[in-house]
């Protein structure tokens, strides 16, 4: 199904201005950041130290002058990628008319890092001659703070070392490099600074290639090697292998895409803090040459809630708890009014939307934008999506102390006052606030899930105002946000011929019975009006105050497989789960959207609700094959 790539001399990434295809990335990190390589060996995004710092290498966003670091065959070669099995270490294979090589990208993570200070921060290349001899291309064109600083490269103790105004990049090996300085040319100009070296290697060689932020290691190779060993035995501990007992969560066909979701998660969770970014990367477009271009490289509330959700039903409790605390510390940071719907990986809450003109965007798509204005936005439904995700997590183990109690009382407290309200809605809408039926439902599950609470543990609370409340949502939804006419939950009060996929999880937070024919019927809608033939779900019918189109939302599909599951339409769901995992990359990796009529995937990569919704809708097939079979425990 994803043949593999062939390039030529002119699409060496030295040269070539084009873009490539975002299915065609892999991505290696350290729980604190993330790289994207390309299929033609090129390391194309990275921010240190951090995900959301600035880049050192932006060519994803800007071919001329954004830097990468890429090992390339120098001649027309075949490409493809594989991670080894159940890690983040990827492998880019390459075959040529004379040989064949392997280059393996991995990071170690903290617990890997060998007692060794920022050991962690560093991006490990290994270069494998499977069969020679190759000749392999080697450029290293740094450019700090997302290519507005062009830095100096010069020869160090064990290689090249890149320097900014601030910080440094040191390139370890034992290749001898040629620096763009040296020689009769004259010296580069500015944005063309870098180093590279022509590499042939024979058959059974091996090269290294260490790039360190802030600091230099020595070319070890003998350490490289039992660094690599760490990692992979870390990741495969923490990815589990199944039992044999049929114990496993996810079994079948779709045992390993889900594990790859679970991996790619685990890349977005920063291990200092426990908070999960959206995705690793920044204003990937929605729609290629428009200005649908976001900074999703922070911390949603309600993206990280389904997560921990996610994990946590594969097995990975430890992350769930730790986002329990960091929800709970968000809660606990003043009144219910001013929790965000969105703050950065260690805890700011000021992420201020700026543009970076001299960026030309992803195949021209600008503007390019670091922060994000949503977390100035009211947006209802993220309270129930909080107190969902706490209640979620008190299943495996973890406990509502005092003080917690205290502040889900507080929200809950404030829903009830303020659900009436409009708000821009999970879609976050650039326009005017309306009274989005999603929002008022996940109101009503933010009163539903303290309720449970109260019946489940010794705590109190105001019941009787909160069941009333429930009740008053519920019954305003039901008359107002339920069109007769469509036979469907409509996108909001005032936009009541619209349909909005976000109600299709109106089953799955309990609000109605998936047999309910309310629920039905919104299914059928949804099927029939947003629902391309390939599975394909856009989010809404109207407009969200911008211009210009987007590609259809892959976890909108999820939802759909979700619902029809719940709903017993077991085949339907199955079908449509499977048409929709063809556009999944070769790596097992999804973006935000995919583009309808050309299946390419669009939008920030890999984008946390997408894989969460593939993990999701596994999980409902498993469940409901389960079920039929009686190998349940109700």
Same mark, same amino acid.
């Given at each position: 199904m994803h043949p593999p790539t062939t390039l030529g001399?002119?699409? $060496? &990434?030295?040269? $070539? &201005?084009?873009?490539? &295809?975002?299915?065609?990335?892999? +991505?290696?990190?350290?729980?604190?950041?993330? /790289?994207?390589?390309?299929?033609?060996?090129s390391v194309d995004w990275w921010c240190v130290p951090h995900v959301e710092s600035p880049s050192l290498f932006a060519r994803l966003l800007d071919a001329e002058s954004g830097g990468h670091f890429a090992i390339t065959p120098a001649r027309s070669f075949e490409a493809s990628q594989r991670y080894l099995d159940r890690t983040n270490v990827l492998q880019t294979r390459f075959e040529t008319a004379s040989g064949r090589a392997t280059v393996t990208d991995f990071m170690p993570v903290p617990r890997t890092a060998d007692?060794?200070?920022?050991?962690?921060?560093?991006?490990?290349?290994?270069? $494998?001659?499977?069969?020679?001899?190759?000749?392999?291309?080697?450029?290293?064109?740094?450019?700090?703070?997302? /290519?507005?600083?062009?830095?100096? +490269?010069?020869?160090?103790?064990?290689?090249?070392?890149?320097?900014?105004?601030?910080e440094s990049a040191f390139l370890t090996s034992s290749v001898e490099f040629d620096l763009d300085e040296e020689g009769d040319d004259a010296p580069p100009a500015p944005g063309e600074a870098g180093t590279g070296t022509a590499l042939t290697m024979a058959e059974g060689e091996t090269r290294w290639f260490v790039l360190g932020y802030d600091r230099e290691?020595?070319?070890?190779? /003998?350490?490289?090697?039992?660094t690599l060993d760490d990692v992979v035995e870390y990741w495969r501990d923490w990815a589990h292998e199944c039992p044999d007992d049929g114990t496993c969560p996810i079994g079948g066909p779709h045992h390993d895409l889900a594990v790859r979701s679970a991996l790619a998660l685990k890349l977005l969770i920063h291990a200092d803090t426990g908070a999960i970014c959206a995705a690793p990367t920044t204003s990937l477009p929605e729609d290629i040459g428009g200005v649908r271009n976001w900074d999703y490289r922070y911390n949603w509330i309600r993206d990280s809630a389904f997560t921990v959700q996610a994990l946590a039903e594969l097995g990975h409790v430890e992350e769930a708890k730790a986002y329990f605390e960091l929800c709970?510390?968000?809660?606990?940071?003043?009144?219910?009014?001013?929790? *965000?719907?969105?703050?950065?990986?260690?805890?700011?809450?000021?992420?201020?939307?700026?543009?970076?003109?001299?960026? /030309?965007?992803?195949?021209?798509?600008?503007? +390019?934008?670091?922060?994000?204005?949503?977390?100035? *936005?009211? *947006?209802?439904?993220?309270?129930?999506?909080?107190?969902?995700?706490?209640?979620?997590?008190?299943?495996?183990?973890?406990?509502?102390?005092?003080?917690?109690?205290?502040?889900?009382?507080?929200?809950?407290?404030?829903?009830?006052?303020?659900?009436?309200?409009?708000?821009?809605?999970?879609?976050?809408?650039?326009?005017? &606030?309306q009274n989005f039926v999603y929002s008022k439902v996940m109101c009503w599950a933010a009163i539903d899930r303290a309720l449970r609470i109260v019946d489940e543990t010794d705590y109190e609370g105001p019941v009787e105002r909160w069941r009333d409340a429930r009740a008053e949502i519920k019954e305003t939804v039901l008359e107002e946000g339920y069109s007769d006419e469509l036979d469907s939950f409509v996108r909001s009060f005032e936009a009541d011929d619209q349909l909005d996929a976000a109600t299709l999880r109106i089953p799955m937070v309990g609000f109605l019975s998936p047999d309910d024919e309310r629920v039905q019927g919104t299914i059928d809608a949804?099927?029939?009006?947003?629902?391309?033939?390939?599975?394909?779900?856009?989010?809404?019918?109207?407009?969200?105050?911008?211009?210009?189109?987007?590609?259809?939302?892959?976890?909108?599909?999820?939802?759909? +497989?979700?619902?029809?599951?719940?709903a017993g339409r077991d085949d339907e769901a199955r079908d449509l789960f499977e048409d929709v995992c063809e556009f999944v990359s070769p790596l097992g990796l999804l973006s935000e959207e995919i583009d309808r009529e050309t299946g390419e995937l669009l939008g920030n990569y890999p984008q946390a609700f997408s894989q969460i919704g593939l993990i999701n809708g596994a999980l409902a097939l498993e469940d409901n094959t389960a079920s039929r079979s009686g190998d349940t425990d109700g």
């Open positions: 001399p002119g699409d $060496d &990434p030295s040269h $070539d &201005p084009e873009y490539k &295809p975002i299915g065609e990335y892999g +991505v290696v990190g350290n729980l604190e950041t993330v /790289a994207l390589i390309g299929r033609d060996g007692g060794v200070e920022d050991a962690h921060r560093t991006l490990y290349r290994k270069v $494998d001659c499977d069969d020679g001899p190759i000749e392999l291309d080697v450029r290293f064109e740094p450019r700090f703070d997302y /290519a507005r600083t062009t830095p100096s +490269v010069e020869r160090s103790n064990h290689g090249v070392a890149a320097h900014g105004d601030d290691l020595p070319d070890r190779p /003998a350490e490289h090697r039992r709970l510390s968000h809660c606990s940071r003043g009144p219910p009014a001013n929790i *965000q719907p969105v703050y950065g990986l260690h805890g700011h809450d000021d992420l201020p939307e700026r543009t970076l003109d001299h960026l /030309a965007g992803y195949r021209n798509s600008s503007p +390019v934008r670091i922060g994000n204005a949503a977390h100035e *936005q009211r *947006q209802l439904d993220i309270y129930g999506e909080l107190i969902v995700g706490v209640h979620e997590t008190t299943r495996y183990g973890a406990e509502i102390t005092d003080r917690a109690w205290e502040a889900i009382r507080d929200i809950v407290d404030y829903v009830c006052d303020e659900w009436h309200r409009p708000d821009v809605g999970i879609w976050e809408v650039r326009d005017d &606030p949804v099927s029939d009006r947003l629902t391309t033939d390939d599975g394909l779900v856009e989010r809404f019918e109207g407009d969200d105050g911008l211009p210009g189109e987007e590609g259809a939302f892959v976890v909108c599909s999820f939802w759909l +497989v979700n619902a029809l599951a719940l």
